[in-house]
């Protein structure tokens, strides 16, 4: 019986010996945003169709709800590699990348579709060459929407409304500069901190998009939101460039179309819900205003230095883009 076992070790020796199936390529992809929101299923959406895609060739790793950090600490490390990719909004990103401080400009976009129109078509692939200088590879867009003004104590109908008050700001000198050209102190603090903040009274309020002050629980220390739309906020998608530029180009390309697929589904998911979130926010007890034709008008005059502040602060690439911006907005309006 021992010469048979021999002869078939023997064999098995001389057979070709094959490859071991490459380990998966990890990503793993953080974002503040909570579970159970729309955000959070797109991403979900977006881990599911790339790893349908490459089965067995990618391992996408969702870390949600800031467990790694606020946003600028999360792109600071997908920037130096220590994670793969990251979902954030562009005011953080632009912490990075500053021309994306162009699309963050108060007043600029009148609506969803002017914002959708200048990113898809006017500024993707300028931005794209930005997020590549910084060490970023821009995957694609997400949806954080509108900001509006919310406040403990008083509505904002009015700029001289927002005199003197302690408001939570990005940490970005768009938003910045918005809140002190409307004589307002503007407390940068990360995400993390603000429900504490407000708790406390160290600010007296905020602006952020409805969707994410309900899904944060930040309405629990305001009465009044007014329904301002200053501030158009897309989120972004980005991977490390290294890590990224190393792919197969299979996978490289699987991960730009798959984003990009759920651009769409991804604002028309948050949009969908705008009016029932209004609804949210009036049945806990808050006093929602939306502004005139006259007081949206004051609000634009006010912050147009801004627009200016940014070109002397980052220079002519910044000056180009907003350029290019403005006359394509233009062609939209018709003109006007």
């Known amino acids: 019986m021992k010469q048979p076992l021999c002869l078939l070790v023997v064999l098995l020796a001389a057979l070709p010996s094959r490859a071991a199936e490459p380990a998966a390529q990890v990503m793993t992809l953080a974002s503040v945003a909570p ?67 162009v699309v963050e400009l108060p007043f600029l976009f009148r609506s969803t579709a002017e914002a959708d129109h200048v990113i898809d078509n006017v500024l993707t692939n300028p931005l794209g060459e930005s997020f590549r200088k910084a060490g970023l590879i821009l995957g694609f867009w997400g949806e954080n929407g509108f900001r509006h003004f919310a406040t403990r104590d008083a509505p ?21 500069g918005m809140y002190k050209a409307l004589g307002a102190s503007p407390m940068p603090l990360p995400i993390t901190e603000v429900p504490q903040a407000l708790a406390t009274g160290n600010v007296d309020g905020f602006d952020q998009s409805t969707i994410y002050m309900i899904a944060a629980s930040w309405t629990k220390s305001v009465k009044f939101v007014t329904l301002s739309e200053h501030i158009y906020q897309p989120a972004a998608i980005a991977f490390n460039r290294e890590w990224f530029d190393a792919l197969p180009k299979e996978l490289q390309t699987i991960l730009i179309e798959e984003g990009r697929s759920l651009q769409g589904k991804g604002r028309e998911a948050v949009r ?11 049945s806990q007890g808050i006093a929602v205003h939306t502004p005139s034709t006259e007081e949206r008008r004051a609000f634009e005059e006010a912050t147009r230095k801004v627009q200016d502040d940014l070109v002397k602060l980052q220079g002519d690439r910044t000056k180009k883009l907003l350029n290019e911006t403005r006359t394509a907005l233009a062609k939209m309006r018709g003109g006007s």
């Open 272 to 282: 969908k819900i705008a009016p029932d979130l209004v609804e949210i926010l009036k």
């Open 35 to 101: 579970q159970d929101s729309p955000w959070s299923a797109l991403l979900t959406k977006f881990e599911q169709n790339v790893e349908k895609r490459a089965p067995g060739k990618i391992d996408v790793r969702l870390k949600l709800g800031g467990v790694l950090g606020d946003e600028i600490e999360m792109v600071t490390k997908c920037r130096r590699g220590q994670i793969q990719a990251v979902g954030a909004s562009t005011g953080a990103l632009a912490s990075l990348v500053p021309e994306l401080n």
């Open 156 to 176: 904002i109908k009015m700029p001289q409304d927002l005199r003197g008050k302690k408001m939570r700001s990005q940490e970005s000198p768009v938003h910045l």
